[in-house]
Nanobody
Framework: QVQLVESGGGLVQAGGSLRLSCAAS????????MGWFRQASGKEREFVAG????????YHADSAKGRFTISRDNAKNTVYLQMDSLTPEDTAVYYC?????????????????WGQGTQVTVSS
């Protein structure tokens, strides 16, 4: 089982940037497709971005395209989510997720491994 711990969340003003990190342990992430999801208060958890275990296939949700960038550093066993041009609508708990040798699909049910989440709050 791979364990995931998110970090890098915080309070930022609209238009600002944050870089979230997801540190994995128990397994190396080189064979895992990684994803970022978020869940705003009272809302359903939604897909933000995903990157295939090969690193060659990357998907971003429409809300994230042009603003968010997912990347991975297998040597550091870490996945990142660079978030720019943040708006209050980006306020949510952001979760890191992993699936073994899978595609970076948007369905959260296909990711067996999850972190505890990190809070991102964007003020207007």
């Amino acid at each position: 089982q791979v364990q995931l711990v998110e970090s890098g969340g915080g309070l930022v003003q609209a238009g600002g940037s944050l870089r979230l990190s997801c540190a994995a342990s128990g397994r190396t992430i080189s064979s895992y497709t990684m994803g970022w999801f978020r869940q705003a208060s009272g809302k359903e958890r939604e897909f933000v971005a995903g990157i295939r275990w090969t690193g060659g296939i990357i998907y971003h949700a429409d809300s994230a395209k042009g603003r968010f960038t997912i990347s991975r550093d297998n040597a550091k066993n870490t996945v990142y989510l660079q978030m720019d041009s943040l708006t209050p609508e980006d306020t949510a708990v952001y979760y890191c997720a992993a699936r073994y040798y899978g595609d970076p699909v948007a369905a959260k049910s296909l990711y067996p491994y999850w972190g505890q989440g990190t809070q991102v709050t964007v003020s207007s």
